[in-house]
């Protein structure tokens, strides 16, 4: 391993995400890779937009309830099956979380224990946790998924983890996240239509408004 800091850093969970410093070369799996050496970058591939615009005002996510339809892009989970979002939420009910950041795996977590008691007693409810990462990453895809999938191993994790690779403003635009330093929390229909919004880490009062978000979804 090179004195550099890796392009691939373990979070709380075992999860690995492309970290900020250049590398020649991360461990997957128990095996040394080579990864093609890339400049000291933010995961995020600018600063936020500014939605709305033409003199109309800034159209920005905020917490509460939402008018959104959920864009349609291309993912991956970490089993390696291709598939479409939101067409891969597979419940009538669906929570996805979007993060950003390879911090972000922590206020993740702070929700899954949550959203799987959730899940346990609502057999029509589905989460997913939907890593947001910029396109200049997807030459390393293949290491950091792999990574990801090496460090988990759960297949019901894998199987609701998806992964996204392009150009943020695709998932974020459609959206309106102008904050990508936090996570974000969306109730979904299984039409892809966003009703609810909620962001940052699991507080029992953020989880309430969810849960009567979701309870209020029509079937």
Same mark, same amino acid.
């Given at each position: 391993m090179s004195g550099a800091d890796p392009v691939m850093s373990t979070a709380s969970d075992g999860a690995i995400w492309p970290a900020d410093g250049v590398a020649d070369e991360a461990v997957v799996d128990g095996r040394v890779a080579e990864v093609r050496r890339v400049d000291p970058v933010d995961l995020v591939s600018a600063r936020p937009r500014v939605f709305g615009g +033409? +003199? +109309?005002?800034?159209?920005?996510l905020a917490p509460g309830p939402v008018e959104l339809a959920f864009p349609d892009v291309a993912a991956r989970d970490l089993e390696g099956r291709d598939v479409e979002l939101p067409a891969a939420f597979t419940g009538r009910r669906n929570v996805a979380i979007v993060a950003f950041q390879r911090e972000h795996q922590r206020l993740v977590d702070s929700w899954v224990p949550w959203l799987e008691d959730r899940a346990a007693v609502d057999p029509v409810f589905a989460f997913f946790e939907i890593p947001s990462i910029s396109g200049r990453w997807s030459i390393a895809r293949r290491f950091i998924d792999g990574g990801m999938a090496a460090a988990i191993r759960t297949p019901t994790v894998l199987q #609701?983890?998806?992964?996204f690779y392009g150009d943020l403003q695709r998932l974020t635009g459609p959206l309106q996240i102008e904050d990508r330093d936090t996570i974000w929390l969306l109730v979904v229909d299984a039409? +892809? =239509?966003?009703?609810? =919004?909620? #962001?940052?880490?699991?507080?029992p009062a953020a989880a309430a408004r969810v849960a009567r978000a979701l309870d209020e979804l029509a079937l």
């Open positions: +033409g +003199g +109309g005002g800034a159209m920005t #609701r983890t998806f992964t039409t +892809g =239509a966003v009703s609810w =919004a909620e #962001r940052d880490e699991f507080t």
